[in-house]
C-alpha cells in the first residue's frame, strides 16, 4: 500500500512530541470520505497542539491540523463523489481525529464541506479555522442587529489570523473599523486592510475598568479576553454586540452586568468548532460571496510540511502577522 507524508504528534516518555512520518491510509482514522489534501493552515490552536503548551490533543498518536482542503478520492456517503473539491475545519480534526497535516485525510462526512464557488483551495486555508470564525462572528453579530450606521466596530488582537481577516470583511462590509493592537510597527498593515483606524493597547488604562464607561463602539470582535474584553464590556455603546472569540491574553472576564441591563449589549459567544452544518455551510458562502476578504493574498505566509515549527514559535509569542497556509499536496 503507498505511503505517504504525515506530520504526526506524539506522546513519548510523558513529552508531547511532533514529527514527519510516513504513513498508510488504513492507519488514518476512519471515516466515510477519503481527501488527497492540498493545503492545510496554521492556527493558535495547531501551535499549541503541536508543542503541548495548551494540552489540546485529546488521543495520541495523532496527526495534526485541525484545516484541510483537496479533492475526494472515494466516499462511501452519496453527498460527495470522487472529484469534489471540499474544506473541512473544526470538529475534533487534528486534536482527537487525524487532521490536515497529511498528504490524505479521511474524515467522516458530517464535517466536509463543499468548496463554495468562487473560492480556490488555497483561499479556503487561507482562510481556514480563523477565517470561518471571523465570518461567523460577523455573521453572529448581524443578526443581533449590528449595521454600518451604527458606528464604530473594533477588532482586537488585530494583526493574527482572525483579527486581520475581521478587519478585512468588516471593512469591506462598510463597517468604521478601529483595530486595536500591541504592535504599532503593523499599523501600515492594518490601513491597508481596511481599518480607518489603529490604536495601540498601550493607550489604554485597564487597572481602571469602570463598570459603564464612554460608550464608543457598536460592535466588537475580541480575540484576546481578560481585562481587554471586561474593558470593551464597558465601553459599548446602547445595543451593541461583542463577540468573543478568543482568549490569547487571559480566558479570564470580569465584569457588572449593567452593560446588558442598563445598555442592553449582547455578548456574544463564537464557537467555530460545533457549528451546526446548515450554518457552517451557510457562513462559507458568504465568506466566498459578500463577506470575500479584499486582500487576504497580502495577508498570507506559505510554507511546506517540514517548515511550520517556526511557525508554531512565532504564534506562540505573538510573534506572527496574519495567516499561515502549509502546503500539503504533492
Known amino acids: 500500500m503507498a505511503k505517504f507524508k504525515a506530520f504526526r504528534i506524539f506522546s513519548e516518555e510523558g513529552k508531547v512530541v511532533s514529527r514527519l512520518v510516513e504513513m498508510t491510509l488504513d492507519e488514518l482514522d476512519p471515516g466515510e470520505v477519503v481527501i488527497k489534501t492540498a493545503f492545510s493552515s496554521i492556527n493558535f490552536k495547531d501551535a499549541l497542539a503541536a508543542t503541548d503548551t495548551g494540552k489540546i490533543i485529546r488521543r495520541f498518536p495523532c496527526v495534526g491540523g485541525i484545516d484541510g482542503c483537496g479533492t475526494v478520492v472515494s466516499s462511501t456517503d452519496p453527498r460527495f463523489r470522487e472529484g469534489d473539491e471540499v474544506i473541512a475545519t473544526s470538529y475534533d480534526i487534528g486534536v482527537a481525529h487525524d487532521g490536515g497535516y497529511a498528504q490524505y485525510m479521511r474524515l467522516p462526512a458530517g464535517w466536509v464541506v463543499p468548496l463554495p464557488k468562487g473560492m480556490s483551495l488555497f483561499d479556503s486555508m487561507a482562510l481556514g479555522t480563523a477565517g470561518y470564525t471571523a465570518g461567523l462572528a460577523v455573521v453572529r453579530m448581524e443578526h443581533e442587529g449590528l449595521k454600518p450606521d451604527n458606528g464604530p466596530v ?147 505566509t506559505t510554507v511546506e510540511l517540514d517548515g511550520m515549527k517556526p511557525v508554531f514559535d512565532k504564534i506562540l509569542k505573538a510573534q506572527f502577522r496574519g495567516r499561515a497556509v502549509v502546503k500539503v499536496g504533492g
Do not use: C
Not at 490601513?191 to 466588537?220: F, H, Y
Not at 452593560?259 to 442592553?264: K, M, N, V
Not at 451546526?276 to 460571496?289: C, N
Open 154 to 300: 473594533i477588532v482586537t488582537g488585530a494583526t493574527g489570523g482572525v483579527g486581520s481577516i475581521a478587519v478585512d470583511i468588516l471593512a469591506g462590509a462598510g463597517y468604521h473599523v478601529v483595530a486595536l493592537t500591541g504592535k504599532e510597527a503593523e499599523s501600515d498593515y492594518l490601513k491597508g486592510l481596511g481599518a480607518k483606524e489603529v490604536m495601540l493597547r498601550s493607550a489604554l488604562d485597564l487597572t481602571k475598568i469602570k463598570p459603564l464607561d464612554k460608550a464608543a463602539w457598536a460592535g466588537a470582535v475580541d480575540n484576546l479576553g481578560g481585562e481587554v474584553l471586561s474593558w470593551l464590556a464597558s465601553t459599548m455603546n446602547v445595543g451593541g454586540t461583542l463577540a468573543s472569540i478568543g482568549l490569547a491574553a487571559s480566558h479570564t472576564f470580569n465584569t457588572t452586568v449593567m452593560p446588558f441591563i442598563l445598555r442592553g449589549v449582547s455578548l456574544l459567544g463564537v464557537d467555530s468548532v460545533n457549528t451546526q452544518m446548515p450554518v457552517r455551510r451557510s457562513v462559507w458562502e458568504r465568506l466566498a460571496t459578500d463577506l470575500k476578504p479584499r486582500h487576504l493574498q497580502s495577508m498570507v
